[in-house]
């Protein structure tokens, strides 16, 4: 586990950290432990590398922390929002087919106006951006240490509820609880009203449709 304790005025802790972790840097390089490649290579130099961090122990190495905007709950459910999302949410999914995938995207370089936009990309395409966010095999998206540490969460849990006099949460509710996720349609909504569209007629391209078209809105 990790221990958190107060900072001193004067950020002693914050330095004392500093020393220790630049120092720990020095004996792994004198170790040959440090590997560099590119346009880092020179810094495989000891003289180069200890001019290198020159500058890091003049810097304050003090992280800005600030209150959560809600309760433990809520910082729970933001953070459940990308340890546990996939690459895409459905709610983004616009529509989809064997050929292509529309879904919604937003252009952070948009500083001011209408930042959402849609884009539509060749389904085997968005199926090899989509595998781009998988993990290799070996690697963990979320790891537990101390009190929740896989090999003696269950043993640990047990202890912490007879300490508490708290009851193990019941299997079969926990079963019953549905996902909170929106239901996939995959067809875009109606551009007028919004509402879902439902298919009349397919017809194939240069064929006259058999249904006669709605009239369209009089302009005003």
């Known amino acids: ?94 529509s989809a087919d064997a050929d292509i995938v529309a879904f919604r995207w937003k252009d952070y370089r948009i500083k001011r106006g209408q930042r959402q936009k849609v884009m539509r990309l060749a389904t085997p395409e968005l199926i090899r951006r989509f595998l781009i966010h998988v993990l290799p095999d070996g690697f963990h998206r979320i790891r537990h240490y101390g009190l929740l540490a896989s090999g003696t969460r269950k043993a640990n849990l047990t202890k912490i509820r007879g300490l508490l006099c708290i009851q193990p949460p019941d299997k079969e509710d926990a079963q019953n609880t549905e996902p909170d996720v929106t239901a996939l349609t995959m067809r875009e909504p109606c551009p007028c009203c919004g509402g879902p569209m439902r298919i009349i007629e397919i017809f194939r391209r240069g064929q006259k449709p058999m249904s006669r078209a709605p009239p369209r809105e009089q302009a005003a």
């Open 1 to 94: 586990m990790t221990l958190f304790g107060p900072i001193s005025a004067d950020f002693r802790q914050a330095r004392l950290f500093r020393r220790l972790f630049i120092e720990g840097l020095l004996a792994l390089h004198q170790a040959g432990e440090l590997s560099f490649f590119g346009d880092r290579e020179g810094l495989a130099d000891t003289a180069a590398f200890t001019k290198w961090l020159a500058p890091l122990r003049k810097t304050e190495w003090v992280v800005y922390a600030k209150p959560p905007f809600g309760d433990p709950g809520a910082v729970l459910s933001y953070l459940s929002r990308y340890t546990h999302r996939v690459a895409i949410s459905n709610r983004r999914l616009v």
